[in-house]
């Protein structure tokens, strides 16, 4: 059973910093490509960043670029989503999320539609 746990969301001002976590079991965590996503109230769940299993490819979506920054440690099983200058409209739930086959390429690392396991979600929250 795979299971993904994110940790590491709260309550931040404008311009703080967070760093969220998510842990993963239940397969070889070093095969898999991961993703983060997240959804605002009223909003659609929108990509957030990707990396690939090797972590030789990582894509950020556009507004969140040069601030936020992904990695991953094989060794621990995590993935890390690092959030520096966070701005208001940062504000949403988080989700980490992997993608459905061992070494799959990079295409359409954006689409939910690719990613076969979720975790519950971490709420960040960013005062103005």
């Known amino acids: 059973q795979v299971q993904l746990v994110e940790s590491g969301g709260g309550l931040v001002q404008a311009g703080g910093s967070l760093r969220l976590s998510c842990a993963a079991s239940g397969r070889t965590f070093s095969s898999y490509s991961m993703g983060w996503f997240r959804q605002a109230p009223g909003k659609e769940r929108e990509f957030v960043a990707y990396?690939?299993?090797?972590?030789?490819?990582?894509y950020y979506a556009d507004s969140v670029k040069g601030r936020f920054t992904i990695s991953r440690d094989n060794a621990k099983n995590t993935v890390y989503l690092q959030m520096n200058s966070l701005k208001p409209e940062d504000t949403a739930v988080y989700y980490c999320a992997t993608r459905a086959g061992a070494y799959s390429g990079n295409a359409f690392y954006q689409a939910e539609r690719n990613y076969a396991y979720w975790g519950q979600g971490t709420q960040v929250t960013v005062s103005s």
């Open positions: 990396i690939s299993w090797s972590g030789g490819s990582i």
